[in-house]
Nanobody, 117 residues
């Protein structure tokens, strides 16, 4: 059984920063993709950023230059450093794992990020 546990959400003022963490446990294959998605009220869930086990990254255009995704393979943990936050970044952020070559997918429970003055 694979489990993803997120932490680090909260309330921040516009222009501020937050760092999200997601720790994966269980049978994690060495080849995988970890990432962050978000869902704002009334909107569909959208990709924020992904990172492959080899280190290559992919970002949504809306967060390029502001957010940085990284990972610690030894800890099966992925991070999302969010800088220059905007009110439109407000959403529930979900961690995702595509595990192994076949890419069985798993989701975390979500963590709320609110950007407001």
């Amino acid at each position: 059984q694979v489990q993803l546990v997120e932490s680090g959400g909260g309330l921040v003022q516009p222009g501020g920063s937050l760092r999200l963490s997601c720790a994966a446990s269980g049978r994690i294959f060495s080849i995988n993709v970890m990432g962050w998605y978000r869902q704002a009220p009334g909107k569909q869930r959208e990709l924020v950023a992904t990172i492959r086990s080899g280190g290559s990254t992919n970002y949504a255009d809306s967060v390029k230059g502001r957010f940085t995704i990284s990972r610690d393979n030894a800890k099966n943990t992925v991070y999302l450093q969010m800088n220059s936050l905007k009110p439109e970044d407000t959403a529930v952020y979900y961690c995702n794992l595509l595990n192994g070559v076949l890419g069985a997918g798993y989701w975390g429970q979500g963590t709320q990020v609110t950007v407001s003055s």
